[in-house]
Nanobody
Framework: QVQLVESGGGLVQVGGSLRVSCAAS????????MAWFRQAPGKEREFVAT????????DYADSVKGRFTISRDNAKNTVYLQMNSLKPEDTAVYYC????????????????????WGQGTQVTVSS
């Protein structure tokens, strides 16, 4: 059974930092892309960041570029999202996503590109 388990969410003040993690089990995602999405109350799930299998290529939503960093440790089957200079609009449930297979021309900013999802971790930024 494949599981993605997020951890590290919490309450942080504006301008602060937080790192969320996503540990995969049941399958190794070391050969495939992984990503972070988020969903705020009353809003649709939105793309945050994605990383290729080796960690050499990343992509970010414009809203987080320069503040967030996605990384991965394939030996631990884990992906991370380091969030700096947090803003109240970053408040959301953050979801980890894993794609099983080679992304042949797929847009990895779309949630439909991913096959497995975690349960989410709440990040709240207070002002």
């Amino acid at each position: 059974q494949v599981q993605l388990v997020e951890s590290g969410g919490g309450l942080v003040q504006v301008g602060g930092s937080l790192r969320v993690s996503c540990a995969a089990s049941g399958r190794s995602f070391s050969s495939y892309p992984m990503a972070w999405f988020r969903q705020a109350p009353g809003k649709e799930r939105e793309f945050v960041a994605t990383i290729n299998w080796s960690g050499t290529s990343t992509d970010y939503a414009d809203s987080v570029k320069g503040r967030f960093t996605i990384s991965r440790d394939n030996a631990k089957n884990t992906v991370y999202l380091q969030m700096n200079s947090l803003k109240p609009e970053d408040t959301a449930v953050y979801y980890c996503a894993g794609k099983w297979g080679t992304p042949l021309g797929q847009d990895l900013r779309l949630y439909t590109a991913y096959d497995y999802w975690g349960q989410g971790t709440q990040v709240t930024v207070s002002s």
